[in-house]
């Protein structure tokens, strides 16, 4: 199960469906195409009205279309007026073109710490069928993977990314993906499998979501989960951070004779921090999904611009936590709502038990 942070979780599909549906004015590519370009280059749709703003946050951009080498110009000059702003959702459907230019516009992407999806644009309030899947192909592929947060394809999208043999990757393609945080070893041809379809000299990886997340293609909106584990203050000291659009989140634990400190913060913005303490009920950290040191009101304060919790974990219960595979911490409001963020663990086993081991080794030392 991935565990998402549900103080700002995307668009319900009701939301997004109300989005698409919303018209406010003659539809049309914002870059003044006439009908027959828009069939043979890259159409760049800005929704960023009241509406999608109120429910989104940020401005929703949907590219659809063959991407032609002069698409990254365009989209730059989008940037440049002020149209497309950093940290907005680009939803793509396209597929492919020029590889150079699917790869300039994933650098844009990035640049604007921008995040990549898949979908469809809004269309004319005369179209009465069209094909609500997605699709993105190639070129499209390299510039979804310019997303610092990627979003893995769902329901009947599809996307697909060239592999090469061996060394046969080019020099181009090989420096934007390390340049992206990208494996190569993920799209060589003998990693496809049955997942691929195309020539062998060069297939296409066709993931499915759970292996887009696996191979690190996507990461559905939050980066890795940092783990480190020193001694601070002369005491066994563990410290779990994760950023994700929403924000930076971290747990820490400092080893003491008469508990671990236990300190949780979630960096969301000072106005949206102190929201969520004024409105606080209930707080607790939570282990496997389950209530862990619950407080009633009080139990989270606000520091710069993240609410902040601190508890002292018993000693005698700090196995759980090496043998921990989620963690999180909550607040509760009046109505029942949570906010908060919870991580997986499991891939930092190693860091927890070592925490652990360090911690009773010196607490019984000093016992």
């Known amino acids: 199960m991935l565990y998402r942070n549900t103080f700002r979780r995307r668009l319900s599909s009701l939301a997004c469906l109300l989005l698409s549906a919303a018209s406010l004015g003659p539809f049309q ?139 046969q990757t080019p020099a181009d393609v090989a420096a934007y993906l390390k340049d992206m945080g990208i494996d190569l070893a993920t799209l060589t041809a003998a990693t496809s499998g049955t997942a691929s379809t195309g020539s062998a000299q060069d297939p296409t990886l066709w993931p499915n979501g759970e292996e887009m997340i696996a191979k690190g293609l996507a990461n559905n909106g939050r980066q890795n989960l940092i783990a480190t584990y020193k001694y601070l203050q002369g005491a066994p000291y563990l410290e779990l951070k994760q950023q994700d659009r929403n924000g930076e989140h971290k747990i820490t634990f400092l080893c003491k004779p008469g508990g671990a400190e236990l300190t949780t913060y979630d960096t969301i913005g000072a106005v949206r921090a102190r929201g969520i303490v004024t409105r606080e009920q209930r707080s607790y950290f939570e282990l496997n999904q389950q209530e862990t040191l619950p407080q009633e009101r009080g139990g989270v304060t606000v520091a710069d611009d993240a609410v902040v919790m601190q508890r002292i974990y018993p000693l005698n219960q700090l196995q759980q936590l090496a043998s921990a595979k989620a963690m999180g911490s909550w607040v509760r409001d009046r109505t029942g709502i949570r906010f908060g963020f919870a991580f997986e663990v499991t891939g930092v086993k190693k860091v927890l038990n070592d925490f652990y081991e360090a911690c009773t080794s010196v607490t019984q030392q000093h016992s």
């Not at 190639?138 to 979003?151: F, H, N, Q, T, V």
Request: overall charge positive; hydrophobic content about 35%.
């Open 29 to 167: 590519p914002v870059q003044g195409t006439t009908r027959e370009q828009a069939t043979s280059q890259l159409n760049i749709q800005v929704n960023d009205d009241r509406m999608t703003l109120s429910m989104a946050r940020v401005p929703q951009i949907y590219l659809y279309g063959p991407i032609d080498p002069d698409a990254p110009q365009r989209f730059e000059a989008l940037i440049r007026s002020g149209r497309i702003k950093p940290g907005s959702d680009v939803y793509l459907n396209s597929p492919g073109g020029s590889v150079g230019a699917g790869i300039a516009l994933g650098r844009l992407i990035r640049q604007g710490s921008m995040v990549t999806h898949l979908g469809v644009p809004r269309l004319p309030k005369q179209t009465t069928t069209f094909n609500r899947s997605a699709m993105c192909d190639g070129a499209c592929a390299y510039a979804y993977l310019g997303g610092l947060y990627r979003w893995a394809v769902s329901g009947s999208d599809r996307i697909g990314f060239p592999t090469y043999r061996g060394q």
